[in-house]
């Protein structure tokens, strides 16, 4: 199994900063690439940023140019950098991977971490 553990959500203010990690463990894995979705009351789970184990990202439109995505494969952990910050990206963000385990590929998620972003 791949286990996945997110940090770095909080309270901040419209216009600032934070970073969210996402760290994957277990044993005898790959991961295929690995992104943030968020998720607000009553709303779906909405794709945020995503990057390919080869490197290659994809983006919300809403996030474009504000959010970051990158990787460090050594240590099985991704980070979202957000910038410029707006109330509605208050959201509880998950990490998502797909990865190969036992040679069979799955989503595996995280718990979730809260972001608020006050006005």
């Known amino acids: 199994q791949v286990q996945l553990v997110e940090s770095g959500g909080g309270l901040v203010q419209a216009g600032g900063s934070l970073r969210l990690s996402c760290a994957a463990s277990?044993?005898?894995?790959?991961?295929?690439?690995i992104g943030w979705y968020r998720q607000t009351p009553g709303k779906q789970r909405e794709l945020v940023a995503v990057?390919?184990?080869?490197?290659?990202?994809n983006y919300a439109d809403s996030v474009k140019g504000r959010f970051t995505i990158s990787g460090d494969n050594a240590k099985n952990t991704a980070y979202l950098q957000m910038n410029s910050l707006k109330p509605e990206d208050t959201a509880v963000y998950y990490c998502?991977?797909?990865?190969?385990?036992?040679?069979?590929?799955?989503?595996?998620w995280g718990e979730g971490t809260l972001v608020t972003v006050s006005s």
């Open positions: 990057i390919g184990s080869e490197g290659s990202t």
């Open positions: 277990g044993s005898s894995f790959s991961i295929n690439a």
């Open positions: 998502n991977a797909r990865a190969v385990y036992d040679f069979v590929e799955m989503d595996y």
